[in-house]
Each structure stands twice: as C-alpha cells, then as structure tokens.
C-alpha cells in the first residue's frame, strides 16, 4: 500500500505501530493484529459518516491487563477456563460521527 499510486484505505492503527502497545501479546511482544481499515470516504467532510482518527485507541481497562506484563488475561486458555478473564486481544475503539 505504500507504493500504491491511488490508495484504496487508510490504516487508522498504524500510530499504534512502534508506539510498544499491542491488540494482541505473544511471548511478551506487542502485535497489533486488529485493525482499523477505512475508505477515503469516512475521513473527508462529506456529509453523512465521519471517523475521528485522533480518538482511535487500544482499550486496557486495568481488571483487563496481567500482572507480569501487559497481556489480557484471557478467559480461555487451553484447558483452563478463568471466568474473570476477557480476551486475548484487547479490544480497539474509534469514534465515528454522523452528519445531521
């Protein structure tokens, strides 16, 4: 896509990239496997939908996040059911604004 001479969408997740914050851990390494894509669209002012890149975010509540790094404590994980865990992969939030 960085080479493409008409992109087709955006990656609102790329500023996560490098910043050391992951959707998702493995062996202790931030991966951001869940992503954003939008169309130009939803970033101009057109009217109708508009998304606000700016509020784009991991969310990790803290009763999410493990104690010896910052992996979700999951609700499955192989054998093991923990009824007070969530996911393994932190969920992701963007605002989106519709025009009247």
């Known amino acids: 896509?960085?080479?493409?001479?008409?992109?087709?969408?955006?990656?609102?997740?790329?500023?996560?990239?490098?910043?050391?914050?992951?959707?998702?851990?493995?062996?202790?390494?931030?991966?951001?496997?869940?992503?954003?894509?939008?169309?130009?669209?939803?970033?101009?002012?057109?009217?109708?939908?508009?998304?606000?890149?700016?509020?784009?975010q991991v969310v990790r509540f803290p009763e999410m996040v493990g104690d010896d790094y910052p992996v979700p404590i999951r609700f499955w994980h192989g054998e093991r059911v923990n009824r007070n865990g969530f996911s393994d992969h932190y969920p992701i939030d963007v605002v989106i604004d519709e025009d009247d």
């Open 1 to 56: 896509m960085l080479k493409a001479k008409t992109p087709r969408l955006f990656n609102l997740m790329w500023p996560v990239l490098g910043a050391g914050i992951g959707t998702n851990y493995f062996k202790n390494r931030a991966n951001v496997l869940d992503q954003f894509l939008i169309s130009k669209g939803l970033l101009t002012s057109e009217p109708g939908l508009k998304v606000r890149p700016e509020t784009t």
